[in-house]
């Protein structure tokens, strides 16, 4: 019984300094916390955006080129040499962004995400 009693004393005890500290300001801090949380997730959305953004850029200019060529570069050189514009251009955490040629109608456009590394579950890919 004095176990049971003592579990209950502790809690009570614990509710009640986490009450005051709540009340004194630990809320503010909470608040804080959720608000650097909500930018974090808000700057990570604006990466995602920015990368697609680059690769629909990149995009446009290889389609322009298969247009012109009726087919797909065979590198992103090649598209370089007729287009100045598609210097390296890289996805928003500064990595260059990949270029994959399947077939002369098709390509795949590959950012390696936040962990800079192709291969893994954050990448970025775009089949065209």
Partial sequence: ???????????????????????????EKVMDVIKVM???RVFSSTEHDVTKANLTSL???????????GRTPT????????????EEIPDAW?????????????FRLISAGKDKVFSTSD?????F
């Fill in 38 to 40: 909500d930018v974090m």
């Fill in 123 to 127: 990448d970025i890919v775009i089949k």
């Fill in 59 to 69: 995009a446009k200019g290889i389609l322009s080129f298969v247009s012109q060529e």
């Fill in 75 to 86: 590198s992103l050189k090649e598209i370089r040499m007729f287009y100045d514009v598609f």
């Fill in 1 to 27: 019984m004095r176990k049971k009693g003592f579990f209950a004393l502790l809690i009570v005890a614990v509710a009640m300094v986490y009450f005051l500290w709540w009340t004194k300001g630990g809320k």
């Fill in 94 to 106: 500064g990595t260059k962004l990949r270029y994959e040629r399947i077939s002369d109608e098709d």
